[in-house]
């Protein structure tokens, strides 16, 4: 295990500048290029720019902020998490993602996913009652683009392809391509499928119940004659100084966020005592570089996993704590984490 990546994810949350106001979306956008070009500097692996369609949030094409910070950046793996295939095409997100490709030498990396949240569809047109069919169409289509040679391909749900070339061309001849998963067993199954690695959106509760999910997508790539790719997992967390300086510039930020999504879905407010019992026992990664190394030190030898990815961002936290944030988490937390899990 001791090729383990660390990424760090962003949906470009509207922060707080440092007088207490919240930023406009443009500043926010500009924010998290300066985040990721910190990011290449400290050490960290990948950033994952979330595509949303969402006030509170900036980034709605993760490409073209990737390209941004293509240019200021030198290492670090520059992906999506996620775009959201079902609601986009699959030719363009190919070919958006091998521009990236191309002038970040390589480095771009695109996580395909059907959204967590649905305000693309109807915005791009689309009816909510084909949502599986969207994305299973879809899918199956962006898999036959990777082998970057001409495709016939017809569905239901877009024109058909025949004998159709797309440019440009990546220079490895495949673009890095991931599945990101919320948990469903049939999503894993046909990722497993379809031979592309696997990331786990693991947002809440113990991540140990996600191991069935692991051993579930390699079974299955065993039993389709697939081979089984690289597991990654992302969970929210924030990194500060000290255990109570995290907590106390997290929690009314990410209670905010978290209630009004809850208003959507149904779910209660979260309370103190809840986000406390997260950060201890489940899938909340807050506290100082100690803490929040040797927690995601303890999921990682868990489960198994590849990769992990911080969410960094989940509210309104302010535009300097949250440079401090990235800069500990490649300065301090992911070397801690390698030495935890090498000496282990």
Request: net charge negative; charged share 25%; no cysteine.
């Amino acid at each position: 295990m001791s090729d383990i990546g660390f990424g760090l994810d962003t949906f470009g949350d509207v922060p707080e500048g440092d007088d207490g106001v919240p930023v406009s979306h443009a500043a926010a956008i500009r924010q998290v290029v300066e985040e990721a070009v910190l990011a290449d500097d400290v050490g960290v692996d990948a950033i994952s720019l979330g595509e949303h369609h969402r006030p509170e949030y900036s980034i709605s094409t993760p490409e073209t902020v990737l390209a941004a910070i293509a240019a200021r950046t030198s290492r670090i793996r520059l992906g999506s998490g996620v775009t959201v295939l079902s609601s986009d095409d699959p030719v363009r997100v190919f070919q958006r993602f091998a521009t990236v490709d191309a002038v970040s030498n390589g480095r771009a990396e695109v996580i395909l996913g059907r959204g967590s949240f649905t305000e693309s569809f109807p915005l791009f047109g689309y009816d909510l009652a084909d949502y599986e069919v969207l994305f299973e169409e879809k899918l199956q289509l962006f898999v036959r683009l990777l082998d970057e040679k001409p495709v016939t391909w017809s569905g239901t749900k877009r024109a058909a392809l025949e004998d159709a070339d797309v440019f440009p061309k990546t220079e490895s001849g495949r673009l890095t391509t991931w599945v990101g998963v919320g948990g469903t067993p049939q999503s894993v199954v046909r990722t497993a499928y379809y031979g592309l690695p696997l990331m786990l959106a693991i947002i809440g509760g113990s991540p140990d119940r996600f191991a069935r999910h692991l051993d579930l997508y390699r079974r299955a790539a065993g039993q389709f004659g697939t081979v089984a790719q690289p597991v990654g997992m992302h969970s929210p967390g924030f990194v500060a100084d000290t255990d109570e300086e995290a907590r106390e510039i997290y929690y009314a930020r990410y209670k905010v966020n978290h209630d009004r999504i809850g208003r959507e879905r149904g779910w209660p407010p979260i309370t103190p005592r809840d986000f406390e019992h997260e950060i201890e026992h489940g899938s909340l990664y807050v506290g100082s570089p100690q803490t929040v190394a040797r927690k995601i030190a303890r999921a990682v030898q868990t489960l198994g996993v590849d990769r992990f990815d911080l969410i960094y961002t989940a509210g309104s936290q302010p535009v300097s704590a949250r440079l401090r944030a990235v800069e500990l988490y490649g300065s301090k937390v992911v070397p801690m984490v390698r030495d935890l899990v090498a000496g282990s």
